[in-house]
């Protein structure tokens, strides 16, 4: 098969390109630790109260060390559920310090959903059976808007909450 | 060189298309206008409803008009459009038996009556689960069923294709199979391959869950299966423009195929690395484990070589053929492409969409960056980038010379001019659309979301005005529609009598011969199949044997 001379240059070109771009990938990946969340822990999608990160007491935000937040999370159709106040009345927006470390935990009883803190990687999959994870550090303050971008059903664009890094 | 040279068949190359073959290919393309007319109301009512300036009238809700559109559009459309061309690439270059022309009117029916099933759910709001049906939402059986109904008729189809190349090849013992024909054969055999992985899904799981034989079912393993089916997808909707781009638009500019092995070989390619790649529709779900994620994303940008090659085939035609007519200089071969045709403009736009298309897919398809844009409004610019418009403006432009080719009649000089107009307006129409969703996608606007103002929070007032240019590019896209029902019904029905001509290219005179292994479909096949089973077989397995209970089905969202 004759390949023309100037399109060797141009696959050579391009096929080296290809391999610096995904050794980048597979650096970032596997040396630092940028992996996609996905860490299959499961759990009954029926019985998700057995698990203690999501009994009604350890919902939303806890502080667990200098810095270090945890936020446990159920996402139902159409609601994510925070936890509730001193007064009883559903957690709708949290506060987290600039810099300190949070581990988001999801997870669903029903159908499947999302999870994304608008405008930053902060991006999962919630589906029943599954504990969706990831933990970051919150450097930007300013309100975030944490939005259900999948789809859920008739009410999934009015699933949603705040979520505020102050200084 | 030991390997074995194929003969040329430039003899067999342009058979006539009788009259009833015409009727049967042109059966395809006509459900694939309606679905453009009332795909494209749904699209723009959607972005009129996003807009917040606007409330669907009737109690219609806003997902119900959406698993509409990307079931009639993304479903539809694409696959009865394809297999309307791939017939007539087949007919003009291999030729049908009445055999085999009734199996496929067969095929046809089969998916017409598949689509009113599945259509009859979602106009009746019990199937509202997007294109996707997503378990464990549940739409009614007859929605499931309908799906199954199309995609056998598809197959059967594709058996036509094969079977017609076997008997060709019969006849014409030792003699290269016609381009066309071999590309054909690709892509059905592309599409067999994947669409095997959401037919298992819906026969064996969703079918029976849905009428309550089964009482849960594997959600991460129906997703898998999805997407499995749902990449390749893709590259069966690609796969028929470039076949234009390949064959066609050499013989619309008056050239020559730039090389037969080449344009052979990045079809294998493609066959080869679209479909054990479905992992990168998947990279942010909990259960799928990171380094099968990752092999599969690097297995997805091998695509990227023989997208480099046509990009490379198809500017060396542009600009060979351009010098051969005596244009010189650095750009003169390409200031001298017929741009008053229709015929090369609406596919060359096509092309040049997919510079942008292309480059947001490598951001996509990024391990890490993917995180980015997943399921934000970007991916909806994205797709509208590359399948409506790519594909579409490339369908448009087969569409100008073969349904008159069909028909008998003539694509007439004002016509030709309203396509360029057509082309012209959904460039812009598409700009403004696609731009606006790339760009406040990148802020985290969410895909597959009615109007909202998410408890009035600044970042999602920002969104607002994105979606206001949303409605001002899909109304003009509208108009395009509009427009090209009309160009098409005149092509149809009353454009003038006359012969169009079916423009496939030759290869030079002096062209290479092309190796005999490209016929050696065992080959292909058992290589793909490898490939399916290296990326596939330990993650699935590690699926299913780590799998949480399954889930009931949810009848409640979607308001059943
Ligand atoms: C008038 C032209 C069109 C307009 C105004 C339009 C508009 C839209 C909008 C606004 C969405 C996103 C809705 C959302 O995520 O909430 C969408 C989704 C979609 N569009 Fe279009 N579109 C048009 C043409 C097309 C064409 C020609 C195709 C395919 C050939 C297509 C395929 C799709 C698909 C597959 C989806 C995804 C549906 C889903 O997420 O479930 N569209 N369209
Ligand atoms: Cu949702
Ligand atoms: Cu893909």
Known sequence: MHIHKYEKIWLIFGISALVIFLVILGFGAFWQGTHPQSHGVTIDPENIEAHEAFQEDNLGLTKVGDDKYIVNIIASAFNYNLGTDEDGTPVKHIRIPKGATVLFQVTTPDVVHGFNVAGTNVNMMVEPGYISSLETELNKPGEYTIVCNEYCGVGHHMMYATLEVYE | ?560
């Open chain 2, 1 to 560: 060189m030991g390997i074995a040279k194929l003969e040329d068949a430039k003899s067999s190359q342009s058979l006539p298309i009788t009259k009833p073959e015409s009727r049967l290919y042109m059966s395809f393309i006509h459900v694939a206008f309606i679905s453009l007319l009332i795909g494209g109301l749904m699209g723009l009512l959607q972005t009129l409803v996003r807009s917040g300036k606007f409330e669907l009238p009737w109690g219609i809700d806003y997902y119900q008009i959406l698993t509409v559109h990307g079931v009639i559009l993304g479903l539809v459309l694409t696959t009865y459009f394809i297999i309307g061309f791939h017939f007539a690439l087949m007919g003009k270059t291999v030729g049908i038996s009445e055999k085999q022309r009734k199996v496929t009117w067969l095929a046809f029916w089969v998916m017409v009556v598949g689509t009113i099933m599945t259509a009859t759910t979602i106009l009746l709001g019990e199937a509202s689960v997007l294109y996707t049906f997503y378990a464990p939402l549940r739409a009614h059986p007859a929605f499931y069923i309908g799906l199954a109904l199309v995609i056998i008729g598809s197959w059967v189809a594709g058996f036509v294709n094969w079977r017609q190349l076997y008997v060709w090849k019969k006849q014409n013992p030792g003699v290269k199979s016609p381009l066309a024909a071999f590309m054909v054969t690709i892509n059905t055999l592309l599409w067999f391959i994947a669409s095997l992985g959401v037919a298992a899904a819906v026969l064996i799981q969703f079918i029976p869950w849905s009428l309550g034989y089964a009482e849960t079912i594997n959600v991460l393993v129906s997703r898998t299966l999805f997407w499995y089916f749902g990449h390749p997808l893709v590259y069966f909707w690609l796969l028929p423009a470039y076949m234009a781009w390949y064959l066609v638009i050499p013989k619309i500019i008056g050239g020559k195929i730039f090389s037969d092995s080449l344009a052979r070989m990045s079809f294998v390619l493609f066959l080869f690395f679209s479909i054990p790649v479905g992992f990168h529709h998947q990279l942010t779900e909990p259960g799928v484990d990171p380094t099968w994620k990752f092999i599969q994303v690097v297995l997805t940008f091998m695509v990227v070589i023989p997208s480099l090659m046509t990009a490379f085939s198809l500017f060396a035609t542009f600009e060979i053929t351009g010098r051969k007519k005596g244009y010189g200089g650095l750009f003169g071969w390409f200031k001298h492409l017929p741009w008053k045709d229709v015929r090369f403009l609406a596919p060359f736009i096509g092309m040049l969409a997919f510079i942008p298309g292309g480059a947001g897919g490598i951001i996509n398809a990024s391990h890490q960056m993917n995180a980015v844009v997943h399921n934000t409004i970007w991916v909806t610019g994205h797709f509208h980038l590359t399948v409506a418009t790519t594909v579409i403006l490339t369908f448009f432009g087969i569409t100008y010379w073969l349904v008159p080719h069909l028909t008998g009649r003539k694509l007439t000089p004002q016509l030709n001019k309203l396509g360029i107009v057509q082309a012209i307006i959904w460039t812009v129409g598409m700009t403004i659309m696609s731009g606006a969703m790339h760009i406040v996608g990148l802020f985290g606007a969410p895909r597959r979301s009615s109007y909202s103002e998410y408890g009035g929070t600044e970042q999602a007032s920002e969104w607002i005005g994105y979606q206001l240019a949303q409605a001002v590019g899909g109304t003009i896209l509208f108009i395009g529609i509009l427009l090209m029902i009309y160009i098409f019904v005149k092509l149809t029905f009353f454009a003038p009598k006359g012969e169009e001509e079916f423009p496939i290219a030759e290869e030079e005179e002096d062209a290479e011969p092309t190796p005999a292994f490209f016929e050696n479909w065992k080959l292909w096949i058992a290589i793909t199949i490898a490939l399916i089973l290296f990326a596939y077989t330990i993650p699935f397995v590690d699926i299913i044997q780590n799998s949480p209970p399954g889930s009931k089905p949810f009848d409640f969202p979607i308001g059943r």
